[in-house]
């Protein structure tokens, strides 16, 4: 699985996911590959930033990220989401716009939305991103 940056035709970034570089073509070409904030499909890959690993992190540490399967990285992404955000479940839109007027205090959240909430969260000015994780058994 390779990840590559990738921006719309109005600038928003975001991460794509795929095989090989020969899968992102041809996704985007049949415009398959569309911007999680506005739903463009004018996608471009742009370079990625670099990891500089520092000399705190010892070899073992760094090797053990090696091996991880795509199943298991998916995991540890939703374990640091269910750790590090407050479930607002499908009042997601509701709550992100009291924390943009100031109606809110600031902190992270995830839930679900409908496409015009998210249209009505970006012609707001409300950054957020979508992040489709499946559903794991326990």
Not at 24 to 30: A, I, L, N
Not at 88 to 98: M, P, S, T
Not at 116 to 136: A, D, H, M, T
Request: charged content about 40%.
């Amino acid at each position: 699985m390779i990840i590559y940056d990738l921006r719309c035709e109005k600038g928003h970034k975001f991460e794509g996911w795929f095989k090989d570089i020969h899968a992102f073509e041809k996704q985007k070409t049949e415009k398959l590959i569309t911007c999680p904030v506005c739903g463009g499909s004018d996608i471009e890959m742009v370079p990625s930033s670099l990891a500089i690993m520092g000399k705190d992190i010892r070899p073992s540490e760094r090797d053990n990220t090696k091996d991880m399967s795509p199943e298991k990285s998916l995991k540890k992404v939703q374990e640091f989401l269910d750790k590090n955000f407050d479930d607002v479940g499908d009042k997601f839109a509701e709550i992100a716009l009291k924390i943009h007027h100031g109606e809110e205090d600031r902190r992270n959240i995830k839930g679900t939305t409908t496409e015009r909430e998210e249209e009505n969260l970006s012609e707001e000015g409300v950054q957020f991103f979508k992040i489709p994780l499946p559903k794991f058994d326990s």
